[in-house]
């Protein structure tokens, strides 16, 4: 199993839709999760951390679930700015935390 | 705030030949990471150095691939010699000492194709 999965995509949706990604990861003492966005040709920028109490920026929001050992985003009233790739992103436990992205979810909003 | 230099942006070469790509992080920043991007695969990490000492370099080829950071701040990837599958975006990263590892501030990237 791959410490980090997601659905390769695309996602195709229409403007205003609103669409979430959820992301799974193997180790169950993982400690911090995050979504990375990356636009076509361009490299990743970080989105948003995610708590295990949720966390809402603007129109995303992500969530933890730690029993499922998956992270979900969630885009409402999508815009065409929001096409790119999200990429999850699992930091591991112990002494040096290791960081380990999954294979990022495309998203294509369309007019 | 000037973000992570990389060098050369584009690169052309044929397989068993040598490449070298550079890396200058963000001032002051004390981990510097190198990463391979396939096309459709998410960032893979090569190695992690804080300040000039490598934290991890597990998944790095060491037959082939070669890292190092001389006096803490910029960094040099070498790759001797190029493999077809070698073909990838080479991503620098930069984070401040102390910052959880996901602060990570990324270069544009080195496109490398090996033909």
């Known amino acids: 199993r791959k410490e980090v999965e997601q659905d390769p995509g695309p996602f195709n949706v229409p403007e205003g839709a609103t669409v979430a990604f959820n992301c799974t990861y193997s180790n169950s003492a993982s400690q911090s999760f995050f979504w990375y966005r990356q636009d076509c040709r361009k490299e990743p920028k970080l989105l948003m951390s995610v708590y295990s109490s949720g966390n809402e920026d603007g129109r995303f929001t992500a969530q933890l679930n730690r029993a499922s050992q998956y992270i979900s985003l969630l885009i409402r009233d999508s815009k065409l700015s929001d096409s790119a790739t999200y990429l999850c992103v699992v930091e591991g436990s112990g002494g040096y935390q290791k960081v380990t992205f999954g294979i990022g979810t495309k998203l294509q909003v369309i007019p | 705030e000037a973000g992570v230099a990389q060098s050369p942006r584009y690169k052309i070469i044929e397989k068993r030949q040598s490449v070298a790509f550079w890396c200058n992080p963000i001032s002051g920043h004390a981990t510097l990471y190198w990463y391979q991007q396939i096309l459709g695969q998410g960032p893979k990490l090569l190695i992690q150095?804080?300040?000039?000492?490598?934290?991890?370099d597990s998944q790095l080829p060491k037959d082939r691939f070669s890292a190092e950071r001389l006096k803490g701040v910029d960094s040099t990837l070498k790759i001797q010699p190029a493999k077809l599958e070698d073909s990838a975006v080479y991503l620098c990263a930069s984070s401040p000492l102390g910052a959880p590892s996901y602060e990570q501030y990324f270069g544009p990237g080195t496109r490398l194709t090996v033909t």
């Open positions: 150095f804080q300040n000039n000492g490598v934290v991890d």
